[in-house]
């Protein structure tokens, strides 16, 4: 009976969590098919929309940095707490933007909001469960995280179409506040807080140092944070390519960015399954193996013309699945090796990954075009960076079953 009550508290918690960690996948798919809305909307460009992206990613980046040492001298809810509060007012912000430069800003408020619930996802993860457990759990947060990206476009399509793009961050308002809630009353508190740790700016970086100079954290910190960028390209210039190029209609789009979003839950299933025989590593260089193919069949069919819009999303559904399985994985051996100090661990980890996210989405935006070449492009060089990074560093053994604590400065 004890052992049944636990597994339904522990199923609640993953939930929870994994909601937590929806905000961000939310708040970036669910305007995706507004995009030539606003855009006529605002009276400006497509490309200037695609920055109100590039900005949010920036701001996740910048915002958990600040958020690790916060969840490791606090505690992990009150800071959770307050970036909740910011991000609820800053989506309001963007539901009443009346230029796109507005629009930016909320959207950079609002991702150094959200960015909280990713931070304290993952640092519960570390608190709460076992180290050897990690990436099973990791995988089934990423679940909950991939089903988002099936549900959020799909809806933003229909409300851009039978209602306006404004509804969308109301929508998101909304949805924050109930995981709020949720938060406060299933979350455990995790960690304690750490009265010794200091945000002075010296000593929260000397802290930051030493999470970077750990090699394990360092390897798969980069191998996931370039490969993981993959997607990045996809949903920046998806929206473009899909409606603009191939002439899917807002609902189209909404339900092929949700068939392609499958490919991601069914991989994270199979990365549940395949950790019961393989090691985090050696799913790791088998996904990156078959994605770098993938990825330059893609370029090179994309050039030569080769695909159409029903080839093109077969292709990058094969190409995303590897996402499931060597993002969780990743995520895992770089975060095992920390024990008190894992919000700040968290924090970089997450941060890094998203400031390369930011720079390929940038990179698309830029050598915008009237073909699918950036995004395919983008996607193939992300999954190639993380390939070379594994290859150049195969003497990295798997230590997991160590642990390394930050010193206090």
Known sequence: MEKSYTKIKNTGIIIVLGALATIS??????????????????????????????????????????????????????????????????????????????????????????????????????DLFPVTKTAQILSLLTLVIAVSPMIAPTVGGYVTAYYDWHIVFIILAVLTLLIWLAAIWVLPDGSAPNAHISLKPKKVYNNYLKVFKNRQFLVYMLVGGIAGAA???????????????????????????????????????????????????????????????????????????????????????????????????????????????????????????????GLVSAGVSLFHSSTALPMVIGMSICALGGFIVIKLDRRIPDTSHKTYEIEHA
Request: one cysteine or more; glycine letters at 10%; a positive charge.
């Open 25 to 126: 996948p939310f708040s970036i798919d669910m305007y995706l098919p507004g995009f030539p809305a606003m855009a006529e909307d605002l009276n400006t460009s497509i490309s200037n929309v695609q920055l109100s992206l590039t900005a949010y990613l920036i701001g996740i980046a910048v915002g958990q940095l600040f958020y690790g040492p916060l969840l490791d001298k606090f505690g992990r809810k009150k800071p959770l707490y307050v970036g909740l509060g910011i991000y609820l007012i800053a989506s309001l912000g963007c539901a009443f933007s009346q230029s796109v430069e507005n629009l930016i800003v909320m959207r950079l408020l609002q991702a150094i909001g959200g960015c909280a619930g990713m931070v304290a996802a993952q640092a519960l993860v570390r």
């Open 231 to 357: 997607p990045f390209a996809y949903i920046v210039g998806s929206a473009d390519v899909f409606m603009n190029i191939y002439g899917v209609s807002e609902q189209q789009y909404g339900w092929i960015f949700a068939f392609l979003a499958f490919a991601m839950i069914g991989s994270t299933q199979l990365n549940h399954l395949l950790l019961r025989k393989f090691t985090s590593q050696q799913i790791i260089h088998f996904s990156l193996h078959y994605q770098v193919i993938v990825g330059i069949t893609l370029v090179f069919g994309v050039y030569n013309g080769w695909f159409s819009v029903l080839g093109l999303v077969v292709l990058m559904f094969i190409f995303l699945t590897a996402h499931g399985l060597n993002s969780p994985n990743a995520a895992a051996l770089s975060l095992n090796p920390f024990t008190k100090n894992a919000g700040s661990a968290s924090a970089l980890l997450g941060s890094m990954r998203m400031a390369i996210g």
